[in-house]
């Protein structure tokens, strides 16, 4: 057994990235995530593995120190909120587009704009639609829980190297701010020079007289180069929706009704089935776990055994479109939401679930 | 005649006093013929190769005509997005301390959407080196207005010259930079003429020594043509900086082992 700790959910993720190898994090301070810079900076991982951290001028330069490093193989990553994110675009699209692997951590607050500093889930479109501008994906990981947080960030690390593409863990400001018992994974020590090189071959690292020059660039302008590139990114992402798909299922073996959600929104259902049972409603939960690939396969065939679904999410309705997609027309299925950073408590779940799809 | 003279036998290694480096690419530059940055790109890897650092060497090119630089730079590249330049070869220096790393930027890149990267990057005292490329002007997109075009000055988006009042002044990026502790070496150089291009050279190659030493920020500005976005023929163009630019941008160091100078450049801020 790993060792204990009382932790909150950004601290794990700052712990973990000291434990999992990783070569540098580069930030900028924004409510409710300033805690996995702080922890980080307290903690001298510079002294513990040699791993670099830096706060940036902004998160603009942030993501460009995260291309810069990722660039050269290094095992990078950055955390931030909403706003923050939002201003990360340009940067994650060309990291997409060079194929350039790293960790990037959302907090998410409540928006649109400044909105709030309450945890929020309105960021679900922007982390699995894109974001960014073009055609590409990032690997979206939803934890629900401090443990997941820790364990997230080796996953989304090891992940974002095999496939050459970032990786996002989309949590919450509660998930972030919540204290949990997390077991700690044993560390694993930083790459050394020669097992970067081994591992990235195609990484800028100084180029030795027996390889061709590495260049990483998502620019190619010739329109059939370019549709190439879009091609591969494309097979990578089917690759992807085969292999890397990954969701819980809880009390949905005997289940008429199923609640569909993720991250924290997933608690609080869990607790929601507990007094909906109590009340002789026999309903369960699905949880993605990986927000993008998105569970279709399972989504759809779950979705054969139940007669309704209630999509619970902390936005006014984003993943249910995917949901949808998903499930087809055969059974209702209808969103409850709360947003601008309000946190929908169990009852309310249920009552919903009673009006719109057991009721309605 | 080409074949006669290459069959030859005077092509023996002693006779050569000059040759391509290797580490340009032996491929057409996508540069318009008369303009600075081929000429840059020559010297900065003519010294990697005399210090034989290429192996050890990152660079980084910027969004401008040098876009392509990693095409023709026979070394490891990143191609930054526009103006971020700065911002990786942080983190690159950083994580890999041992390298020589620098990035190559145009005025558009580094002196207006990449301001805050530029700024900080040198406040900080990163141990790296920034080449500039200072063209008064944004090549790549079709000629429009600078930062550091010049009051009066046309182009595609002062048609009818830079008019301050309303469009603000040139900016001296390397002058102000030059006031930030975390700068060891700024210096302002044109390769316009043969005299021009030895100086560069001297002034690139030690703001790559100096990271031998981690002294924080090694800049080189190079006033350069643009001869394309200027609408004037090589030569001319070359006249008309030295008419016109060097007299706002005036050659020379600006500071040197970390204390400003006091020179021409310095002097002309007043
Ligand atoms: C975010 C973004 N905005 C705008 C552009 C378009 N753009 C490409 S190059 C350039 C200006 C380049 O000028 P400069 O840096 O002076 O380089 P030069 O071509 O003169 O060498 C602009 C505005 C872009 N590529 N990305
Ligand atoms: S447009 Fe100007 S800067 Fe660009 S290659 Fe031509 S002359 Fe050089
Ligand atoms: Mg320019």
Redesign the interface.
């Known amino acids: 057994m790993g060792e204990l700790r009382l932790m909150k959910g950004n601290e794990a993720i700052a712990e973990a990235a000291i434990r999992a190898g990783c070569d540098g994090y580069f930030g900028y301070p924004i409510t409710p995530q300033s805690e996995v810079m702080e922890y980080l900076m307290m903690e001298k991982p510079y002294e513990r593995t040699g791993m670099v951290v830096l706060q940036a001028e902004s998160e603009v330069a942030s993501i460009n120190m995260l291309y810069g490093g990722a660039g050269t193989g290094k095992m990078v990553m950055t955390s931030s909120s909403s706003p923050g994110i939002s201003l990360m675009q340009e940067g994650i699209s060309y990291m997409a587009g060079a194929e350039l692997p790293a960790l990037l951590v959302n907090i998410v607050r409540g928006g649109p704009g400044l909105g709030t500093i309450q945890p929020s889930q309105a960021d679900y479109f922007q982390s699995v639609k894109g974001g960014g501008h073009g055609d590409y994906r990032l690997i979206v990981l939803a934890p629900a829980s401090v443990q997941e947080m820790s364990d997230f960030v080796k996953l989304g690390f090891d992940l974002s190297f095999k496939y050459r593409t970032p990786a996002l863990i989309l949590s919450d400001g509660a998930i972030g701010q919540m204290m949990e018992k997390v077991e700690l994974f044993d560390p694993i020590p930083r790459r050394t020079e020669e097992q970067l090189i081994q591992q990235c071959p195609w990484a800028s690292t100084g180029k030795p007289k027996n390889r061709d020059h590495n260049i990483i660039t998502s620019l190619d302008l010739d329109p059939a180069g370019q549709e190439r590139v879009n091609l591969k990114l494309q097979a990578k992402y089917k690759v992807m929706e085969e292999k890397e798909v990954l969701y819980e299922t809880i009390q949905a073996e005997d289940a008429e009704y199923l609640f569909i959600a993720f991250g924290l929104s997933a608690r609080i259902c869990q607790k929601s089935i507990d007094l909906a049972r109590a009340k002789g409603i026999k309903v369960g939960l699905f949880r993605p776990i990986t927000l993008y690939p998105f569970p279709v396969k399972e989504i759809a065939a779950i979705s054969k055994k139940v007669k309704g679904i209630l999509v619970v999410e902390m936005n006014a309705g984003q993943m249910i479109e995917d949901v949808r997609l998903a499930a087809g027309c055969a059974i209702k299925i209808e969103h409850y939401g709360r947003f601008g950073g309000i946190i929908p408590n169990p009852d309310e779940v249920v009552k919903a679930l009673e009006q719109k799809i057991i009721g309605g | 005649m080409v074949e006669q003279f290459a069959k030859l036998d005077i092509r023996k290694d002693e006779n050569i006093v000059y040759k391509r480096t290797d580490l340009l690419v032996d491929r057409p530059l996508s540069y318009c013929p008369g303009c600075g940055h081929g000429t840059v790109h020559r010297i900065i890897m003519e010294t990697l190769e005399e210090m034989s650092i290429?192996?050890?060497?990152?660079g980084?090119s910027p969004v401008g005509c040098s876009?392509?630089a990693?095409?023709f730079?026979?070394?490891?590249?990143?191609?930054?997005?526009h103006g971020?330049a700065p911002?990786?070869?942080?983190?690159?220096k950083?994580?890999?301390p041992d390298?020589f790393v620098f990035t190559y930027q145009g005025d558009g890149d580094l002196a207006a959407i990449g301001t805050?990267?530029t700024i900080?990057a040198c406040n900080r005292g990163e141990h790296f080196t920034m080449i500039f490329i200072n063209n008064g002007i944004y090549g790549m997109t079709g000629g429009q207005m600078a930062p550091t075009t010049l009051p009066n000055m046309r182009s595609s988006t002062s048609p009818y010259g830079r008019d301050v009042e309303t469009m603000g002044f040139p900016l001296k990026m390397t002058e102000l930079i030059a006031q930030l502790p975390g700068t060891y070496y700024v210096t302002r150089q044109a390769v316009h003429t043969p005299a021009g291009v030895r100086k560069t050279k001297k002034a690139i190659r030690k703001a790559f020594e100096n990271q031998k030493n981690k002294t924080g920020i090694s800049f080189v500005e190079v006033v350069s043509n643009c001869n394309s976005g200027w609408k004037m023929t090589p030569v001319q163009s070359n006249k008309w900086m030295e008419e016109n630019m060097f007299p706002f941008y005036p050659l020379g160091d600006i500071k040197v082992d970390g204390k400003l100078v006091e020179t021409k450049a310095t002097a002309a801020k007043e």
């Open positions: 290429q192996d050890k060497t990152i980084v876009v392509l990693y095409d730079m026979n070394i490891d590249m990143l191609g930054a997005a971020r911002a990786l070869a942080t983190a690159i950083r994580m890999w390298r805050a990267e900080h």
